[in-house]
């Protein structure tokens, strides 16, 4: 129900200008009011109207005329407010002259007002004729019901894996040398759904855990694949990102002028005499394998592709010898144990079910005919009702099993259909990114809170809301997590390609999102659309008349468009686009001035995302952008003849700003509050630092001027929310002990610490030093003159540890002989370890209990591991480990 989050966005911008510009409005506020009360009447109607919009057509005829008045009324306030904007600031004789110009415009949003006014009324009356009734259940002014707070987030896999076993073992065995020398491609078959995917995911994992020398009892087993690659390539195919994709997992840079043939050419050169595993998730097209053969050689060494596809001629012309692994549907067996896995997930498969619970639970696993999918669905579903039959029985009621052949994508429909209001905008916005896109969560977290989808309350941040959100889309099963963050909340995640499917079907049906691709029709956009995405735009292509769409695009609110670094056939400015809250350029160059004179005149932005463009961003006054709530920067090549300008410090609204190391920004001298600033990612730290009391994550350089001891004491006496932080200190004057901040031990809530600088060799490491609650330290061009282990096992809520380049001195690493890590690390589940840091390392028995992740990339450290820690799940890179039982 889309139409409920767009009139509350309405309603909540009619009671900010209510509450701070009824003034400024004179006369038209009382239209104001009127539009705001009536909209406030609707608001009670939109869930019983959405329950039976299925049922009868005119019910969607009236939520879509509903819908139009809502964005026009919008419109209209959004529209005056930009031609007023620019008297805001003049001077008293300017403001004196514009006067008869803002009345005129008053005026003229006074008329509109009355126009849309007699509609809404028209609507409100026409409602009863369709038995559409007053539920109070979403009115403005009744509290919204957020998902339960969670103070800990769950460990456990997006899928739980039920009926893989025997497919898994034998593509395990296939993957040995000895089964088949030759370059064997291995394909894995099946219908959408089924799990192709998560099989290949198990496979990566368990074989990247074992590229290593393993000796056990000092007898050996051969290594395995020295290299693994694992991309989705989907159906919009494109060689040369797919080369640069591959390369780029095994090289740090990959020269942007590469045409195909250099590619292919510098991937074999890589590959040659390598023993290399790499996976090709959801293949569409023969030509695939065609045009990639060719760049991966044959050294008859045991090499393995091992591609995942629908089609089972992709898999016969990709290896004609290899028989397919033909997945196949799960029996009612696997199909009810996966079903209530999902369904009840904090309970033990041991634990009784009442027998009518039992009784139905199988009835509805049976109606999903075997497929994972559509059982891992339901059961997220089934996980968000009370145990009880009656409310189970309400699903088994709700769903049409009448369509034969439909039940995957019925399943999936009801899954829609059964969120709460405020989760349905949420998860047709997922439309607006490209097929197997990683998306961050952060950043997504960021564009919801831009576009209005959250709602704002007292004791907690709109940001954790909608972490919260994104969270119940997971426990629904509607996204599949890629990576989390060191306190288990959600890092990357993907949708698949079927609820992709699913979202992008229901937001255009809404009239919420339209999608631009190559696969798209050339149909022009409706001028109602409020959220346009551009996918896999190429240089110089023209081919979905870009250009001609953006014109039907002026109402906008989002505008995303994803292309190959240095595409650029944008329009020239953005001038067009006034209204837009979200705008995203990813991978652009664009050299006009002009363009980024547009940006500056976006006074209702409050996301820009700029990552990976190349253009003047030097000559944009941000100032202008008196809404703007996050500016990322990350990765963004910076063209002209200037830094990125500093006016950003003066938008008040301002919330979140990210760039790299290429690009830091500096903070203004001024001791004035940024009162709103929450993240700061790669800053010059000042002389003068202005007051951050909101700051959560901090990435700072520290410069040679100046007196760094005094600066630290100052700004991080004035942290108290700060979770993240970041210090570099790239000077032989400045070493960490003298900008390390003596305050951090008392801060309660820093979770992470990342320090780039080296230490003295006469420094005593104390666990003392750092924050009581430290979940992950990373230490880098760090040098102690002492082994660092015993300090650090004492901290007793690290879960990751990074001790990268130089962690020892060199004295210590030449004459000490090997490292002992005595009792400790309680916690830890992930230790890195990287540069000449040690020739070995022993660990004591009950140390690292949990640890699951090892990841070196030395070739000459020799380990010895405790038996208890025989079972690490991953272990990086192209090494050689030595595990040795101790005891």
Not at 51 to 57: G, I, M
Not at 218 to 245: D, G
């Amino acid at each position: 129900m889309a139409e409920a989050i767009i009139v509350n966005i309405v309603v909540d911008k009619l009671a900010n200008i209510i509450a701070k510009e009824i003034q400024f409005l004179g006369g038209v506020g009382e239209k104001v009011k009127k539009a705001q009360r009536e909209l406030t009447r609707i608001q009670s109607c939109l869930k019983d109207a959405d329950s039976k919009r299925k049922l009868d057509e005119r019910v969607q005829n009236w939520l879509n005329e509903l819908r139009n008045v809502a964005y026009r009324i919008e419109d209209a306030i959004d529209m005056f407010f930009i031609k007023v904007e620019c008297n805001k600031n003049n001077t008293c004789l300017q403001k004196l002259k514009n006067k008869p110009r803002e009345v005129y415009f008053l005026h003229k949003l006074g008329t509109k007002l009355d126009s849309i006014q007699n509609e809404l009324e028209e609507i409100s009356k026409s409602r009863l004729n369709y038995g559409i009734t007053a539920l109070q259940d979403i009115a403005v002014g009744d509290p919204v019901i957020l998902p339960v707070r969670r103070t800990t987030y769950s460990e456990v896999d997006e899928t739980e894996v039920v009926g893989l076993d025997a497919d898994r073992d034998k593509i395990l065995k296939l993957l040995h040398p000895e089964e088949t020398p030759r370059r064997a491609v291995i394909t894995i078959v099946g219908t959408g759904g089924i799990g192709k995917t998560t099989l290949a995911h198990i496979i990566y994992k368990r074989d990247k855990s074992n590229t290593i020398f393993l000796f056990v009892c000092i007898s050996s087993a051969k290594a395995k694949f020295e290299y693994h690659i694992m991309l989705s390539v989907s159906q919009q195919f494109n060689l040369t990102e797919l080369l640069k994709k591959m390369l780029r997992q095994l090289i740090d840079d990959v020269p942007n002028e590469l045409d195909v043939e250099g590619l292919m050419s510098e991937l074999k050169k890589k590959l040659s005499s390598r023993r290399y595993l790499i996976i090709l998730d959801d293949v569409w097209q023969v030509d695939v394998w065609n045009h990639l053969k060719n760049a991966l050689p044959d050294d008859k060494n045991g090499s393995r592709v091992l591609i995942t596809s629908r089609s089972i001629d992709v898999a016969k012309s990709a290896d004609p010898i290899m028989a397919p692994c033909e997945l196949n549907l799960l029996d009612d067996q696997k199909s009810i144990d996966l079903l209530l896995k999902k369904a009840l997930p904090n309970q033990e498969p041991s634990e009784e079910l009442a027998s009518d619970l039992l009784k139905l639970a199988n009835e509805l696993s049976k109606k999903c005919e075997g497929l994972p999918l559509a059982l891992v669905v339901l059961g997220g579903i089934l996980s968000t009702k009370d145990r009880n039959y009656h409310a189970w029985e309400r699903v088994f009621r709700t769903m049409d099993w009448h369509s034969k052949g439909k039940e995957c994508m019925d399943v999936l429909a009801m899954s829609y259909e059964d969120m709460p209001y405020y989760l349905k905008a949420c998860f047709l916005y997922l439309a607006l990114f490209p097929e197997d896109y990683q998306i961050s969560a952060r950043r997504l977290i960021r564009m919801w809170v831009a576009e209005g989808f959250i709602p704002q309350e007292e004791r907690i941040t709109m940001e954790e809301i909608a972490e919260d959100y994104l969270y119940e889309l997971f426990q629904r099963s509607m996204i599949q997590v890629s990576s989390r963050h060191v306190n288990g909340s959600i890092k990357c995640f993907q949708v698949h390609d079927l609820l992709r499917d699913l979202a992008m079907h229901k937001a255009r049906e809404e009239n919420f999102v339209m999608v631009f691709s190559e696969e798209s029709d050339s149909k022009k956009p409706n001028k109602e659309i409020r959220r346009a995405s551009f996918h896999s735009l190429k240089y110089g292509d023209d081919n979905f008349h870009l250009r001609n769409n953006l014109l039907y695009l002026e109402y906008a609110r989002s505008l995303l468009l994803f292309g190959e670094y240095g595409w650029s056939p944008i329009p020239a400015n953005f001038r067009k686009f006034r209204l837009l809250k979200v705008l995203v350029l990813e991978g652009v160059e664009n050299h006009d001035v002009d363009l980024v004179r547009g940006l500056e005149k976006l006074v209702h932005l409050k996301y820009l995302g700029l990552r990976g463009c190349h253009i003047p961003i030097s000559k944009c006054s941000f100032h202008c952008m008196k809404a703007l709530e996050t500016l990322d920067m990350r990765e963004i090549l910076i063209y002209g003849d200037g830094e990125v300008p500093d006016g950003i410090w003066s938008i008040d609204t301002l919330r979140h700003v990210r760039c790299d190391s290429d690009n830091p920004f500096k903070l203004p001298k001024t001791t004035a509050e940024l009162k709103n600033i929450q993240t700061l990612q790669r800053v010059y730290f000042n002389k003068k630092m202005p007051l951050l009391s909101s700051l959560c994550k901090l990435d700072l350089v520290i410069e040679e001027d100046g007196d760094p001891i005094a600066f630290t004491s100052n700004l991080f006496a004035t942290l108290p929310s700060l979770v993240s932080l970041s210090i570099h200190s790239w000077y032989d004057s400045l070493t960490m002990e003298v900008v390390y901040p003596k305050a951090l031990p008392n801060y309660q809530h820093l979770q992470s610490l990342y320090l780039d600088g080296e230490w003295s060799e006469n420094v005593t490491l104390d666990a003392s030093l750092f924050p009581p609650h430290l979940l992950k330290l990373t230490l880098e061009w760090s040098r102690f003159g002492q082994n660092p282990m015993p300090e650090l096992g004492k901290l007793k809520s690290l879960k990751k540890l990074c001790l990268e380049c130089e962690v020892l001195s060199i004295d210590l690493y030449y004459n000490s002989g090997p490292i002992f890590c005595p009792a400790g690390f309680p916690v830890l589940q992930y230790l890195k370890l990287g540069g000449n840091s040690m020739k070995s390392l022993t660990v004591a028995e009950g140390t690292m209990p949990n640890l699951k992740y090892l990841n070196v990339y030395d070739h000459d450290i020799m380990f010895h591991l405790p038996p208890e820690l025989q079972h690490i799940d991953e272990l990086y890179e192209n090494l050689i480990v030595v595990f040795l039982l101790t005891g």
